[in-house]
Protein backbone atom coordinates (compact mmCIF):
# COMPACT_ATOMS: atom_id res chain seq x y z
CA UNK A 1 0.00 0.00 0.00
CA UNK A 2 3.08 2.47 0.71
CA UNK A 3 4.53 2.06 -2.71
CA UNK A 4 1.23 2.23 -4.30
CA UNK A 5 0.77 5.74 -2.19
CA UNK A 6 3.99 7.06 -3.01
CA UNK A 7 3.83 6.42 -7.20
CA UNK A 8 0.33 8.34 -6.93
CA UNK A 9 2.49 11.45 -5.03
CA UNK A 10 4.97 11.15 -7.63
CA UNK A 11 2.33 11.48 -10.56
CA UNK A 12 0.69 14.16 -9.09
CA UNK A 13 3.94 15.94 -8.41
CA UNK A 14 5.09 15.35 -11.87
CA UNK A 15 1.83 16.40 -13.28
CA UNK A 16 2.25 19.57 -11.03
CA UNK A 17 5.64 20.27 -12.16
CA UNK A 18 4.45 19.85 -15.73
CA UNK A 19 1.89 22.57 -15.61
CA UNK A 20 4.20 24.71 -13.95
CA UNK A 21 6.92 24.14 -16.64
CA UNK A 22 4.23 25.11 -19.31
CA UNK A 23 2.51 28.06 -17.74
CA UNK A 24 6.12 29.67 -17.65
CA UNK A 25 6.78 28.65 -21.52
CA UNK A 26 2.72 30.10 -21.95
CA UNK A 27 3.72 33.50 -20.21
CA UNK A 28 7.14 33.53 -22.81
CA UNK A 29 4.65 32.86 -25.60
CA UNK A 30 6.09 29.76 -26.77
CA UNK A 31 3.79 26.37 -26.38
CA UNK A 32 5.62 23.08 -27.04
CA UNK A 33 3.19 21.04 -29.04
CA UNK A 34 2.52 17.77 -30.19
CA UNK A 35 -0.01 16.98 -33.23
CA UNK A 36 -0.98 13.56 -33.84
CA UNK A 37 -2.47 13.90 -36.94
CA UNK A 38 -2.19 11.05 -40.23
CA UNK A 39 -2.88 13.56 -43.14
CA UNK A 40 0.20 14.95 -43.86
CA UNK A 41 -0.94 17.94 -45.13
CA UNK A 42 -2.73 18.98 -42.33
CA UNK A 43 0.15 17.91 -40.41
CA UNK A 44 2.73 19.76 -42.24
CA UNK A 45 -0.32 23.32 -42.53
CA UNK A 46 -0.04 23.18 -38.64
CA UNK A 47 3.42 22.23 -37.69
CA UNK A 48 4.30 25.34 -40.60
CA UNK A 49 1.85 28.00 -38.77
CA UNK A 50 2.45 27.60 -35.48
CA UNK A 51 6.53 26.81 -35.78
CA UNK A 52 6.07 30.21 -37.81
CA UNK A 53 4.93 32.06 -34.66
CA UNK A 54 7.42 30.60 -32.71
CA UNK A 55 6.42 27.20 -30.99
CA UNK A 56 8.05 23.97 -30.61
CA UNK A 57 5.92 21.29 -32.80
CA UNK A 58 6.28 17.51 -32.99
CA UNK A 59 4.40 15.29 -35.57
CA UNK A 60 3.19 12.10 -35.36
CA UNK A 61 1.83 10.12 -37.95
CA UNK A 62 -0.21 7.25 -36.27
CA UNK A 63 -1.92 6.62 -32.90
CA UNK A 64 0.84 3.83 -31.83
CA UNK A 65 3.30 6.34 -32.13
CA UNK A 66 0.93 9.29 -30.70
CA UNK A 67 0.04 7.78 -27.64
CA UNK A 68 4.14 6.90 -26.90
CA UNK A 69 4.99 10.35 -27.50
CA UNK A 70 2.42 11.78 -25.28
CA UNK A 71 2.71 9.25 -22.60
CA UNK A 72 6.36 10.03 -22.20
CA UNK A 73 7.22 13.36 -23.96
CA UNK A 74 6.72 16.66 -22.01
CA UNK A 75 4.02 18.89 -24.14
CA UNK A 76 2.18 22.01 -23.29
CA UNK A 77 -0.54 20.90 -25.19
CA UNK A 78 -2.00 17.94 -27.62
CA UNK A 79 -3.93 18.00 -30.87
CA UNK A 80 -5.63 14.94 -31.34
CA UNK A 81 -6.92 13.56 -34.74
CA UNK A 82 -9.94 11.47 -34.41
CA UNK A 83 -9.62 8.77 -37.33
CA UNK A 84 -6.15 7.60 -36.54
CA UNK A 85 -4.54 4.41 -38.15
CA UNK A 86 -3.15 2.03 -35.64
CA UNK A 87 -4.92 3.67 -32.60
CA UNK A 88 -8.17 5.83 -32.89
CA UNK A 89 -8.02 9.64 -31.13
CA UNK A 90 -10.83 8.33 -28.65
CA UNK A 91 -8.83 5.04 -27.44
CA UNK A 92 -5.81 7.21 -27.61
CA UNK A 93 -7.11 9.93 -25.11
CA UNK A 94 -8.80 7.25 -22.48
CA UNK A 95 -5.49 5.43 -22.35
CA UNK A 96 -3.05 8.52 -22.22
CA UNK A 97 -5.89 9.15 -19.23
CA UNK A 98 -6.18 6.23 -17.40
CA UNK A 99 -3.34 3.80 -18.05
CA UNK A 100 -0.02 6.95 -18.59
CA UNK A 101 -2.23 9.10 -16.21
CA UNK A 102 -1.59 11.97 -17.91
CA UNK A 103 -3.30 15.12 -18.16
CA UNK A 104 -2.01 17.43 -20.84
CA UNK A 105 -4.56 18.80 -22.31
CA UNK A 106 -6.09 18.05 -25.50
CA UNK A 107 -7.76 19.11 -28.35
CA UNK A 108 -9.60 16.67 -30.70
CA UNK A 109 -9.90 17.44 -34.32
CA UNK A 110 -12.49 15.82 -36.59
CA UNK A 111 -13.56 16.14 -40.26
CA UNK A 112 -17.19 15.04 -38.41
CA UNK A 113 -19.30 17.68 -37.34
CA UNK A 114 -21.23 14.90 -34.93
CA UNK A 115 -22.77 15.88 -31.31
CA UNK A 116 -22.49 11.92 -30.13
CA UNK A 117 -18.65 12.29 -31.72
CA UNK A 118 -17.99 15.93 -29.52
CA UNK A 119 -19.46 13.89 -26.40
CA UNK A 120 -17.47 10.60 -26.42
CA UNK A 121 -14.53 12.58 -27.13
CA UNK A 122 -15.21 14.54 -23.83
CA UNK A 123 -15.97 11.55 -22.07
CA UNK A 124 -12.25 10.01 -22.96
CA UNK A 125 -10.89 12.81 -21.76
CA UNK A 126 -10.25 15.37 -24.65
CA UNK A 127 -10.78 19.20 -23.29
CA UNK A 128 -12.19 20.92 -26.63
CA UNK A 129 -13.01 20.15 -29.93
CA UNK A 130 -12.36 21.50 -33.46
CA UNK A 131 -13.82 20.78 -36.32
CA UNK A 132 -12.12 20.01 -40.00
CA UNK A 133 -11.12 22.85 -41.65
CA UNK A 134 -10.45 25.12 -39.05
CA UNK A 135 -8.34 28.34 -38.88
CA UNK A 136 -5.10 28.00 -37.63
CA UNK A 137 -5.43 31.38 -35.47
CA UNK A 138 -8.61 29.99 -33.90
CA UNK A 139 -6.62 26.95 -33.29
CA UNK A 140 -3.54 28.69 -31.80
CA UNK A 141 -5.93 30.67 -29.36
CA UNK A 142 -7.52 27.86 -28.24
CA UNK A 143 -4.40 25.87 -27.23
CA UNK A 144 -3.68 29.07 -25.70
CA UNK A 145 -6.52 29.03 -23.43
CA UNK A 146 -5.93 25.64 -22.81
CA UNK A 147 -2.56 25.98 -21.44
CA UNK A 148 -3.98 28.48 -19.19
CA UNK A 149 -7.01 26.02 -17.80
CA UNK A 150 -4.27 23.93 -16.86
CA UNK A 151 -1.93 25.93 -14.78
CA UNK A 152 -2.12 24.98 -11.28
CA UNK A 153 -3.83 27.49 -8.67
CA UNK A 154 -1.43 29.81 -7.00
CA UNK A 155 -1.11 29.29 -3.23
CA UNK A 156 -2.79 32.10 -1.15
CA UNK A 157 0.05 33.00 1.30
CA UNK A 158 0.50 36.52 3.24
CA UNK A 159 4.53 37.34 3.61
CA UNK A 160 5.40 39.30 6.78
CA UNK A 161 9.65 39.33 6.80
CA UNK A 162 9.98 35.68 7.48
CA UNK A 163 6.74 35.69 8.65
CA UNK A 164 4.17 33.79 6.18
CA UNK A 165 0.91 32.28 6.40
CA UNK A 166 -0.47 29.91 3.39
CA UNK A 167 -4.64 30.82 3.80
CA UNK A 168 -4.99 27.39 1.95
CA UNK A 169 -3.70 25.11 4.37
CA UNK A 170 -3.59 27.16 7.42
CA UNK A 171 0.22 26.60 8.01
CA UNK A 172 1.71 29.50 9.34
CA UNK A 173 5.66 29.55 9.48
CA UNK A 174 8.46 31.58 10.72
CA UNK A 175 12.24 31.45 9.02
CA UNK A 176 10.66 27.58 7.99
CA UNK A 177 9.24 26.45 11.23
CA UNK A 178 6.10 25.72 11.35
CA UNK A 179 4.14 27.68 14.49
CA UNK A 180 1.19 25.98 16.03
CA UNK A 181 -1.93 28.25 16.15
CA UNK A 182 -5.38 27.61 17.68
CA UNK A 183 -8.00 28.53 15.31
CA UNK A 184 -8.55 32.48 16.94
CA UNK A 185 -4.92 32.86 16.86
CA UNK A 186 -4.83 32.28 12.78
CA UNK A 187 -7.99 34.69 12.63
CA UNK A 188 -6.04 37.12 14.27
CA UNK A 189 -3.39 36.22 12.21
CA UNK A 190 -4.80 36.98 9.03
CA UNK A 191 -6.23 39.99 10.06
CA UNK A 192 -2.85 41.66 11.50
CA UNK A 193 -0.53 40.39 8.28
CA UNK A 194 -3.35 41.46 5.67
CA UNK A 195 -3.36 45.34 7.22
CA UNK A 196 0.60 45.02 8.16
CA UNK A 197 1.82 47.63 8.60
CA UNK A 198 -0.61 49.27 9.72
CA UNK A 199 -2.09 49.26 13.19
CA UNK A 200 -5.65 47.33 13.15
CA UNK A 201 -7.98 48.55 16.38
CA UNK A 202 -9.15 46.53 19.45
CA UNK A 203 -12.49 47.13 17.23
CA UNK A 204 -11.69 45.73 14.25
CA UNK A 205 -10.04 42.20 15.39
CA UNK A 206 -12.71 41.77 18.28
CA UNK A 207 -15.41 42.09 15.08
CA UNK A 208 -13.02 39.98 12.31
CA UNK A 209 -12.80 37.16 15.20
CA UNK A 210 -15.94 37.41 17.22
CA UNK A 211 -18.83 38.96 14.92
CA UNK A 212 -21.72 40.57 17.13
CA UNK A 213 -21.15 38.19 19.66
CA UNK A 214 -18.61 40.21 21.16
CA UNK A 215 -16.06 38.80 24.26
CA UNK A 216 -15.65 40.28 27.75
CA UNK A 217 -13.13 42.76 27.65
CA UNK A 218 -10.42 40.75 28.12
CA UNK A 219 -10.63 38.11 26.13
CA UNK A 220 -8.71 39.62 23.17
CA UNK A 221 -5.61 40.62 25.34
CA UNK A 222 -5.13 37.04 26.31
CA UNK A 223 -5.40 35.88 22.61
CA UNK A 224 -2.65 38.98 21.56
CA UNK A 225 -0.58 37.40 24.51
CA UNK A 226 -0.79 34.00 23.45
CA UNK A 227 -0.08 34.58 19.43
CA UNK A 228 2.91 36.68 20.52
CA UNK A 229 4.64 33.78 22.51
CA UNK A 230 3.65 31.61 19.72
CA UNK A 231 5.20 34.06 17.05
CA UNK A 232 7.92 35.93 18.34
CA UNK A 233 9.19 34.74 21.93
CA UNK A 234 10.90 31.75 20.73
CA UNK A 235 13.04 34.37 18.46
CA UNK A 236 15.16 37.53 18.67
CA UNK A 237 13.38 40.21 16.80
CA UNK A 238 9.48 40.59 17.73
CA UNK A 239 7.24 41.73 15.12
CA UNK A 240 3.57 42.00 17.17
CA UNK A 241 3.29 45.49 18.73
CA UNK A 242 1.05 47.18 20.64
CA UNK A 243 -0.25 50.54 20.28
CA UNK A 244 -1.74 51.23 23.73
CA UNK A 245 -5.44 52.62 23.58
CA UNK A 246 -5.83 51.95 19.92
CA UNK A 247 -4.67 48.32 18.42
CA UNK A 248 -1.96 46.22 17.46
CA UNK A 249 -0.04 45.92 14.14
CA UNK A 250 2.43 43.24 12.69
CA UNK A 251 5.80 44.74 11.57
CA UNK A 252 9.30 43.67 11.04
CA UNK A 253 11.84 45.68 13.10
CA UNK A 254 14.01 47.25 9.81
CA UNK A 255 10.68 48.13 8.46
CA UNK A 256 9.15 50.30 11.80
CA UNK A 257 9.66 54.14 11.63
Known amino acids: MASGTATVSGLIDGETRHAEAAAKRL ?11 DNPDIAENISDYLGDRG ?22 VIVLDLMLPGMDGLELCRRLR ?4 RHTPVLMATARDAL ?43 TVGDLSFNLDTLVVQ ?15 LQCLMEASPSVVT ?16 DSLRVHIHSLRAAIDKPWPTH ?9 YRLVPPEATP
Request: glycine share 8%; net charge negative; charged share 25%.
Open 239 to 247: YLQTRHGIG
Open 98 to 101: QEAR
Open 174 to 188: RTGKQVQLNPIALKL
Open 202 to 217: RQELEMRVWGEELPDS
Open 27 to 37: ESGVMRILVIE
Open 116 to 158: QQKLSGFETGADDYMVKPFALQELEARLSVLIRRSKPPQARVL
Open 55 to 76: HQVELAADGVQGFQMAATGDYD
